[in-house]
């Protein structure tokens, strides 16, 4: 895809991911997620316009070395390996990609920037003003909160206001050349505060709990529509525009022809997986078996779209296909691996993951092992507060980060699930030592 990036790393970097994919999808700008310096699909690397590498540590860098990487445009280290930076850069000479040493977000997402607009400086003038504004009213943790946190309503009421005076500050940009990735931003802010508002007004049944009517006027479906639609009109490779486009209309008045003629256009581009995995959520809603085909396709784009596996192993429980499903499961769980720098909504799957696979051990018969997952996601709930990057991104922002993660999941089932799960183990042991006892007088007699 011309409109997209691929940023290849291990996810021990949260700080510095988080602040280039979050500024660049919400701008327009599809970024390719890869947790693998070993696992890059080649057809799917072929067809990416800008390949970034985070390397955070030397674990990251001996991994890098190990790859092919003659598709990188760009390589980022950690200020940590500073001293390494020539040894990197011979590796990159003859690749013609440039590497920089930075810890600074600002500077690290100005870097990846430069790569993407490969020399249009009127282009790299917007992205930068763009991403100014969404440094000085921190849109990224304001987005992150608007799509994965559970936040207390005062809390709310400043997470809009800071959108509000960011979507203000975007009208005020004055680009005639790139403005279609100005009215994206504008789409996507308005629809941010409009989906708090919608969440909200479903807690109080009030309509104007977080802003005034006028206020509420500014986030109306009508106008992001109308950006997203312009967006999308002007450059026709900004996907994320015809995707946003059609989830407000299928909220509106919903529509499978109409929804299924967007994400078919949409899957023309063969590497954009996020398409296939809305289609099979489509499907799903349906109750069309082929959406699990759709789930499969994005993971064979991108192996690391842990939303369709986890959602292919739901499907599979159903299906009563156990194995397959723990599969999936198995594999969020290692894409996961570093519960220590999790982000809010990594968190969140792969304590699902952990209580899923309880439910299939569970189904194997072996009590035993499911109980240990079931411990993992009860353990992964009570250190969260141990992760330093989430009170980190948040401070200044959220009270109580952790709080606020945790709502997104309901631990009472888990709770209930260990009681059961012991309950039976005691009961099986009773069972076997009864069983044992009978056999003994058996062969007395």
């Not at 200020?79 to 590497?99: A, C, F, N």
């Not at 920089?100 to 993407?116: A, G, P, Y």
């Not at 992150?144 to 997470?159: R, S, T």
């Not at 909220?251 to 078919?264: D, G, I, M, T, W």
Request: contains cysteine.
């Amino acid at each position: 895809m011309k409109n997209s990036i691929m940023l290849i790393h291990d996810g021990s970097w949260p700080e510095a991911f988080l602040n280039i994919s979050v500024f660049l999808q919400n701008i327009g700008i599809f970024v390719y997620d890869n947790h693998s310096f070993h696992s890059v699909q080649s057809e799917a690397l072929n067809k990416i316009r800008t390949v970034i590498i985070l390397i955070p540590d030397d674990e990251a860098l001996k991994k890098f070395c190990e790859l092919d990487i003659s598709r990188a445009t760009g390589v980022i280290l950690s200020e940590g390996l500073r001293d390494k930076i020539d040894d990197v850069k011979q590796i990159t000479k003859k690749l013609h990609s440039e590497v920089i040493c930075s810890d600074n977000t600002t500077e690290i997402t100005r870097f990846v920037s430069t790569k993407f607009a490969a020399g249009d400086k009127g282009f790299f003038e917007t992205l930068t003003k763009l991403h100014n504004i969404f440094v000085q009213n921190r849109l990224i943790q304001a987005y992150y909160c608007a799509q994965y946190m559970d936040l207390p309503l005062d809390e709310w009421k400043n997470v809009v206001q800071r959108i509000r005076k960011a979507v203000s500050e975007f009208k005020g940009i004055k680009s005639f050349s790139d403005s279609e990735y100005i009215m994206f931003a504008i789409a996507m802010g308005r629809k941010r505060a409009n989906d708090i508002c919608v969440k909200i007004f479903n807690l109080t049944q009030t309509k104007w709990s977080l802003l005034t009517e006028k206020d509420f006027l500014v986030f109306d479906e009508k106008h992001i529509l109308r950006g997203f639609g312009y967006a999308y009109r002007c450059n026709p490779d900004l996907k994320l525009a015809a995707i946003f486009c059609n989830d407000i209309r299928q909220r509106q008045k919903p529509s499978f022809e109409y929804a299924q003629s967007v994400l078919n256009e949409c899957m023309q581009e063969t590497a954009f997986y996020y398409a296939y995995y809305k289609y099979g959520i489509l499907l799903q809603k349906i109750k069309d078996k082929r959406a699990l085909l759709y789930f499969k396709t994005a993971i064979s784009i991108n192996p690391y779209c842990y939303r369709s596996r986890y959602r292919l192993g739901l499907m599979y429980e159903k299906l009563e296909d156990y194995e397959n499903a723990r599969e999936h499961y198995q594999k969020i769980i290692e894409i996961f691996c570093r519960p220590e720098t999790l982000h809010p909504i990594e968190f969140e799957y792969l304590y699902k993951a952990f209580y899923r696979m309880g439910i299939v051990f569970t189904e194997f018969g072996d009590y035993e092992v499911a109980l240990e997952y079931y411990k993992k996601a009860d353990y992964l709930w009570n250190t969260l507060q141990q992760n330093a990057f989430l009170q980190q991104f948040f401070t200044g922002l959220i009270q109580n980060p952790e709080r606020c993660v945790k709502g997104r999941v309901r631990k009472n089932v888990l709770d209930t699930s260990i009681a059961e799960l012991q309950r039976r183990i005691e009961t099986s042991k009773k069972d076997e030592l009864s069983l044992n006892l009978l056999r003994s007088s058996t062969k007395r007699d």
